[in-house]
């Protein structure tokens, strides 16, 4: 089970990745331009190319398939990613836009990166390592069917659990404002109208 989980969660992050780039072309070029990594052919090629690689190999780890080449293919990709932020911290390049989940400016903050980010990449890749070496693989057919499903439930509940914190991350943001500047209003009309009803 516990294979099927991390390997379900893997691919539930590329997806959650890969998603709002295929919608937002444009927003991925500028992603990867800001890295200053590749000539500019290839930035285009890859800013084309990343977010439907994350997708399909993400639906590839959510299903447990293509065992231990998904994985594999993963854990090429995390380091990659490791590489690229790595890079750039070390020379003292921050303000950029990691592109890891969406874009900065989708949500409302300045492009910035960080150890943090390098540290998750490698975490990833590491998590994908162990799936490519676990003994005898995992999967449909290789997994006890209640295993397999009890893992891939596990993984919605968690994904579902991070895909709403991103989501309510675009309204709070610790540390700054409770309530984005949109919904000051609101709940002044709202304090307002209980104070009216008393």
Same mark, same amino acid.
């Given at each position: 089970?516990?294979?099927?989980?991390? %390997?379900?969660?893997?691919?539930?992050l590329?997806?959650?990745?890969?998603i709002?780039?295929?919608?937002?072309r444009?927003?991925?070029?500028? $992603?990867?331009?800001?890295?200053?990594?590749?000539?500019?052919?290839?930035?285009?090629?890859?800013?084309?190319?990343?977010?439907?690689?994350?997708? &399909?190999?993400?639906?590839?780890?959510?299903? %447990?398939?293509?065992?231990?080449? %998904?994985?594999?293919?993963?854990? &090429?990709?995390f !380091?990659?990613?490791? @590489?690229? !932020?790595?890079?750039?911290l070390?020379?003292?390049?921050?303000?950029?836009?990691?592109?890891?989940?969406?874009?900065?400016?989708?949500?409302?903050? $300045?492009?910035?990166?960080?150890?943090?980010?390098?540290?998750?990449?490698? &975490?990833?890749?590491? @998590?994908?390592?162990g799936? @490519?070496?676990?003994?005898?693989?995992?999967?449909? =057919?290789?997994?006890?069917?209640?295993e397999?499903?009890?893992?891939?439930?596990?993984?919605?509940?968690?994904?579902?659990?991070?895909?709403? =914190?991103?989501?309510l991350?675009?309204?709070?943001?610790?540390?700054?404002? %409770? &309530?984005?500047?949109?919904?000051?209003?609101?709940? !002044?009309?709202?304090?307002?109208?209980?104070?009216?009803?008393?």
């Amino acid at each position: 089970m516990i294979p099927t989980l991390v %390997s379900a969660l893997l691919g539930g992050l590329l997806m959650l990745a890969g998603i709002p780039k295929l919608r937002d072309r444009a927003g991925m070029l500028v $992603a990867v331009q800001g890295y200053r990594l590749l000539p500019a052919p290839l930035e285009r090629l890859v800013a084309a190319l990343l977010p439907y690689v994350e997708v &399909v190999l993400g639906g590839l780890l959510v299903a %447990s398939l293509g065992v231990p080449w %998904s994985p594999a293919a993963a854990t &090429v990709l995390f !380091l990659v990613f490791f @590489a690229g !932020l790595a890079t750039n911290l070390i020379r003292g390049r921050r303000e950029l836009d990691c592109g890891c989940f969406a874009f900065a400016k989708a949500e409302g903050h $300045a492009p910035r990166i960080g150890w943090g980010h390098a540290a998750r990449a490698l &975490v990833l890749a590491a @998590a994908a390592a162990g799936l @490519a070496f676990v003994p005898g693989g995992y999967g449909p =057919g290789v997994t006890p069917v209640g295993e397999y499903l009890i893992g891939l439930a596990l993984a919605a509940i968690i994904i579902a659990a991070i895909a709403a =914190g991103m989501t309510l991350r675009t309204v709070v943001n610790p540390g700054r404002r %409770s &309530v984005d500047s949109h919904l000051a209003q609101a709940r !002044l009309d709202l304090l307002a109208a209980a104070v009216a009803r008393r």
